[in-house]
Every structure is written in C-alpha cells, then in structure tokens.
C-alpha cells in the first residue's frame, strides 16, 4: 500500500466511540476490494480511523459516501501521506489549512506489519 490516510472526527464521549467503531466495521466491509482499514485511536476530542490504499483519492470519495450514508454526525477531517512520508496533505475539508494528528499510534509500524505478516496493533 502506497498512501495512509488519516479520517478524523471530533469525539469527545463514549456515545462517539460507539457511533465511529461501528462506522469502522462498516468500512472494513465497503473498502475490503481496495483499501485496508487498518485500525483506530481515540483521545484528546479526536477519533482517528488508518486508512491504508494505493488509491488514495477513490478510497476517500467511497468512505465519504459511507460516511453520508451513515449519518455521522462528528466533523470530518482526513488527510494522506505518502506510506514512508511525514507531510500530510489534506483532503477534507477543502478549506482545511492545517491537520494535526498526534496519536500514539505509529503508521509506520502498522504499514511494516502489513507488508511482513498479519496485521497486529503495536501501541
């Protein structure tokens, strides 16, 4: 996978957890053909949901529209990289000038497990 994408929504109760894991499994479902949905981490009002694809553009507008579908009612933010790059460029929202993601999570380890083996969550 070339890209990891970041969708990152405002939460800040067990009520958004609930409601952004369950989109989660949803969109482990929808993205199976063309993305890996590669886990998520919760905290500091934000819940953060790793996309792994080599389409990075197709794989967003298909999770947007799941997304809308669902009703999620959190904000949205997303944003790529490159899978072996630090500079995140933003997708959504248009008019979004800075992204910040500061999760405890590291991409890179997810993207190293995927490529050696199953996918296991290093924290």
Avoid: C
């Avoid at 999770?63 to 072996?84: F, G, V």
């Amino acid at each position: 996978m070339n890209y990891q994408s970041v969708l990152q929504f405002t939460a800040n109760s067990i009520t958004d957890f609930d409601r952004l894991v369950s989109l989660e499994t949803r969109l482990i479902e929808k993205l199976e053909d063309v993305a890996v949905v590669g886990g998520h981490d919760f905290g500091s009002d934000k819940f953060n949901i790793f996309v792994l694809t080599n389409e990075r553009k197709a794989t967003f507008t298909e999770a947007h529209r799941i997304i809308l579908d669902e009703a999620i009612p959190n904000e949205l933010r997303s944003a790529y990289r490159e899978a072996s790059g630090e500079d995140y460029f933003i997708l959504w929202p248009l008019t979004l000038t800075e992204f910040n993601w500061s999760g405890t999570m590291s991409v890179a380890r997810i993207y190293r497990k995927l490529l050696n083996g199953p996918l296991v969550f290093l924290t």
